[in-house]
Structures are given as structure tokens and as C-alpha cells.
């Protein structure tokens, strides 16, 4: 494959991912609206990641992959509202 069929089939797959994500994150928003412990839940995924990559077909790796990606969005949009405390006391801020 040259350069730019190889660019255009990454692309291809990239918006896949991302389709579901966002898939995965409208059903995760749906099953858990709630965004306390998004952190905990995202270490959660993040590990499954890890565990499949090791262990598993690469179909269910990339499931895992989707689940993770939604919940870092999900973290990075929402916040973690248990996390807000400890943030409050040590955590850099934005100016």
C-alpha cells in the first residue's frame, strides 16, 4: 500500500473507533448518568485494555479499547465529582 491509501484506510478506521465511542458513551451515559466514580471507572477499563492485549482475540482488545476511550471522555467532560475535595485541596488549576 502506498503512503496515502495507508493515510485514507487509518482515517477510515480512526472515525470507526470514534463512531463507537460515541455510541459507547451515549449507553454508558444512559446505564450510569451519574458521574461519581468515573476515575475509578476508567482505571477500570484502562486495565481491561491491558488484560486483553495480553490475552485476548483483537476484537474484544478493541471492545475494551472503546469502553476505555468513552470513559476518559466521559471523565474529561464530566469530572468525577468524589475527586472534586481532594482537587479542591492539591490539584493545579487553569487560569
Not at 472515525?15 to 471507572?41: G, H, M, Q, W, Y
Not at 483483537?58 to 481532594?86: I, T
Request: proline share 3%.
Amino acid at each position: 500500500m502506498d503512503t496515502t491509501k495507508e493515510r485514507r484506510v487509518l482515517e477510515s478506521a480512526d472515525d470507526n473507533f470514534l463512531a463507537d465511542v460515541i455510541s459507547e458513551i451515549n449507553r454508558a451515559r444512559r446505564k450510569f448518568p451519574d458521574p461519581s466514580n468515573l476515575t475509578v471507572a476508567f482505571a477500570e477499563e484502562a486495565g481491561e485494555v491491558v488484560k486483553a492485549v495480553m490475552s485476548e482475540a483483537w476484537s474484544h482488545v478493541y471492545e475494551e479499547a472503546v469502553q476505555a476511550a468513552a470513559m476518559a471522555c466521559r471523565l474529561a467532560v464530566e469530572g468525577d465529582p468524589l475527586q472534586r475535595e481532594y482537587r479542591a485541596k492539591y490539584a493545579k488549576e487553569d487560569k
